[in-house]
């Protein structure tokens, strides 16, 4: 072998191991922003979780609208509609538990729905600061006799 074809064959060689190292540096650079991009996204989704709005109050089964549905947590306007229709086909709810017959409500989801979940009183009773803003104050003995005045 002459020397230039010898020093021909060392520059491909060193050329081709360069490019393999750089494509596979490219390829772990790639796979890195790939990876760092999905972290990006579950933590938005799991921030986003966060920040809904925490329902307080009670629904009646029995009562309740629609919108006064929507407003539990994780129910949406299909499921509110498949509540309306259950209701409608048996008369009502004998008891909470029997939401757990209505299609799209399995255990895990009533579960989560039950401490909102009443039987008598209005279709939908807020609880809290809402509430508080939301219902006229009851005047006390007080505030009775000074209206008399």
């Known amino acids: ?9 060392m520059m491909a060689t060193t050329m081709a191991t360069t490019m393999a190292t750089r494509m596979t540096a490219t390829k772990r650079a790639a796979s890195l922003v790939a990876v760092f991009l999905g972290l ?14 925490t ?21 949406g306007p299909s499921k509110a509609e498949a509540i ?8 009502g709810f004998k008891k909470v538990e029997d ?3 209505v299609k799209g409500i399995g255990r895990k989801t009533f579960q989560k729905l039950r401490p909102f979940l009443a039987l008598s009183g209005p279709g939908l009773t807020k609880r809290g600061p809402e509430a508080a803003l939301a219902a006229p104050r009851s005047q ?10």
């Open 1 to 9: 072998m002459t020397e230039t074809t010898m020093a021909t064959r």
């Open 40 to 53: 990006i996204l579950m933590a938005g989704s799991a921030g986003a979780e966060g920040k809904q709005p």
């Open 55 to 75: 329902f307080n109050g009670t629904v009646n089964l029995n009562t309740a609208t629609m919108d006064e549905l929507t407003e539990l947590p994780g129910v």
């Open 84 to 91: 309306l229709a259950f209701r409608k086909a048996r008369g």
């Open 99 to 101: 939401l757990m017959k």
């Open 140 to 149: 006390g003995k007080k505030g009775r006799e000074a209206s008399q005045d």
